[in-house]
């Protein structure tokens, strides 16, 4: 667990998720709007989500996969937000970046931790690139993975990113950059030694 703050300063810790965190994510899908549930997981019914969904994300296979989580222990409720990556199978130096932030606490750099506990977790399994797919109506994240030195493209459905993560010269100066080149080089080192304790 690495035990951190917030850009408002607020005490956070930062861990993997495991098979023991099912309750607690199931919790976290149904606290979200029906809006974010959208924007995260393109379906806008339903408050509950599936079994074959929390096996698959909460599955243990950390060459291939990882879930973090940001923690707020003073709070009934502890989620924050979670982040994973996801190896690609055609293309093992490419994984799929994705997260979520609970509707209240988005814009703190919630997302921008979790990007760089993934980004440092990754690259330490081999990962090169990370791969990001939004809705171009979600123009907060298509404006924060821009801003965080993603490339885009649009296919006609959805905006694609790509991090190179072997490229932090390509992180450019703008406040998310900043704030992403900040985090990658406080978690630098840290994130490997950590488990989902």
Request: overall charge negative; proline content about 5%.
């Amino acid at each position: 667990m690495i035990e951190t703050t917030l850009d408002d300063g607020t005490a956070v810790r930062l861990r993997r998720l495991g098979p023991d965190d099912r309750d607690g994510l199931a919790e976290g899908y149904r606290l979200l709007s029906p809006e974010s549930r959208y924007q995260r997981f393109w379906v806008r019914t339903g408050e509950t989500i599936g079994e074959g969904m929390l096996d698959r994300i909460l599955g243990n296979d950390p060459v291939n996969h990882a879930v973090w989580a940001v923690l707020d222990p003073a709070r009934e409720y502890p989620g924050v937000g979670a982040g994973s990556w996801w190896r690609s199978r055609e293309d093992p130096d490419e994984a799929e970046f994705s997260c979520t932030v609970l509707d209240a606490d988005q814009r703190r750099g919630v997302g921008t931790l979790l990007l760089a506990a993934a980004w440092v977790d990754a690259m330490a399994a081999g990962v090169r690139r990370f791969v990001g797919y939004t809705m171009p109506e979600n123009v907060t994240a298509v404006r924060w993975m821009r801003d965080t030195g993603a490339a885009a493209e649009w296919d006609g459905y959805k905006v694609i990113f790509r991090w190179n993560l072997d490229d932090l010269e390509s992180i450019p100066p703008t406040t998310p950059g900043v704030a992403l080149a900040g985090r990658l080089a406080e978690l630098a080192g840290r994130v490997a030694a950590v488990g989902g304790d």
